[in-house]
């Protein structure tokens, strides 16, 4: 299990990354998520779903006073393959990526570097699984967000019908996590 990490920004309590912890852990992200993608709402089972296969994929930033300002949700799965929104997953999952889900952030606590933070937790996660590259849909025209972090839009041919079914400004994108020789 992966440990904590805490922080105080500027004039902020102080906040905490962890791994998820239980199931409630989980229905706090669906709350979350759900307030935040008013367009893209999903089933909590969905959510449940990833924590069931891969607990070591969701994390929460969290203040000392115990509100949740964030999250990350991820899961392995096969390379140059998206999984469509409002999906539940079953096992076994492909470990060619480790594929993000969702980072969220309260619009109250944007500005802190949340995502960042939360992507670099993704990141020690997929190192500690030995695997080497992250990948993401990003919706909503977010690919030059996400560009900033070292992800590279990649045009996969047999996913263009589920980006299109995202709606406008889905890409695909993949990162690397070691430099190839």
Excluded: C
């Excluded at 000392?64 to 409002?86: F, K, Q, T």
């Amino acid at each position: 299990m992966m440990t904590p990490v805490t922080f105080t920004p500027p004039q902020q309590q102080t906040i905490t990354l962890r791994p998820a912890a239980h199931p409630g852990d989980v229905d706090r992200v669906v709350q979350l998520g759900n307030q935040i993608h008013q367009d893209h709402q999903e089933h909590p089972d969905v959510f449940h779903s990833r924590f069931t296969l891969f607990p070591q994929g969701l994390w929460l930033a969290e203040r000392e006073d115990g509100r949740l300002l964030g999250y990350a949700v991820s899961h392995p799965l096969a390379l140059n393959a998206s999984v469509p929104l409002d999906m539940v997953l079953t096992g076994p999952l492909a470990r060619d990526v480790l594929y993000i889900h969702d980072v969220a952030t309260d619009p109250a606590a944007r500005g802190l570097g949340l995502g960042e933070r939360l992507l670099d937790r993704l990141i020690a996660v997929a190192k500690a699984e030995g695997i080497g590259q992250l990948a993401l849909t990003a919706l909503d025209g977010l690919a030059p967000y996400w560009g900033r972090f070292g992800f590279v839009e990649t045009d996969v041919p047999a996913l263009r019908a589920k980006l299109a079914s995202y709606g406008p400004g889905a890409a695909y994108m993949l990162r690397a996590l070691y430099q190839s020789t």
